[in-house]
């Protein structure tokens, strides 16, 4: 519930809220370096569900950049997770992104920009496999640059419940 101000508002302008979710997204921020830092034998990674809420603020945006760039050599991978492939800040950390996953859209402009991520054609059939992906399918790009359908499967009935959203 972080009321993060938008990058171009002045901090003489940020509301008490804004203020203070500023403090905590600075802090987050400090957490999640020194967790990626600390010298390990066992890969670790670090989720940020909507992680569009990184890019509102300087620090969060830092946060982005370093992690993005540096993880694999701190032995510490990222998964940014966000409702639009715009949510990614820029082109430089869209670069450094590994593997990719787009899940279901309903939007044609959605799935236009979803196919260029991919790095696929945007034609009317590749749109049309994006608008109609069912619950746990996505379309997934591996580090060779191949794009398919992968289907999840939770093994465990109790995942899909600690996962349900709904």
């Known amino acids: 519930n972080l009321k993060l101000p938008s990058p171009s ?6 509301t ?6 500023v403090v905590l997204m600075g802090i987050i921020s400090n957490f999640a370096k020194k967790f990626a830092m600390v010298k390990r034998d066992v890969f670790s990674l670090i989720l940020f569900d909507e992680s569009w809420m990184l890019a509102k603020t300087s620090e969060g ?9 540096m993880g694999r050599s701190l032995f510490t991978g990222c998964i940014f997770n966000g409702h639009s492939v715009t949510d990614i800040p820029t082109d430089a ?6 593997y990719k996953f787009c899940f279901q859209t309903n939007s044609n402009v959605e ?5 260029d991520y991919l790095g696929i054609e945007d034609s009317d059939e590749n749109k049309e496999i994006l608008k109609t992906l069912g619950n746990g ?12 359908r ?3 499967d939770v093994v465990f009935e109790d995942l899909m419940e600690v996962f349900s959203t709904t």
């Open 150 to 152: 992968l289907t999840f």
């Open 61 to 69: 945006l830092k946060l982005y950049d370093f992690l993005a760039r």
């Open 111 to 115: 799935a236009k920009r979803m196919c």
């Open 137 to 148: 399918e996505c379309l997934f790009r591996d580090l060779d640059g191949h794009v398919g």
């Open 93 to 98: 950390i869209e670069n450094t992104i590994s």
């Open 9 to 14: 508002t002045l901090k003489e302008d940020y």
């Open 16 to 21: 008490k809220e804004e203020n203070l979710s």
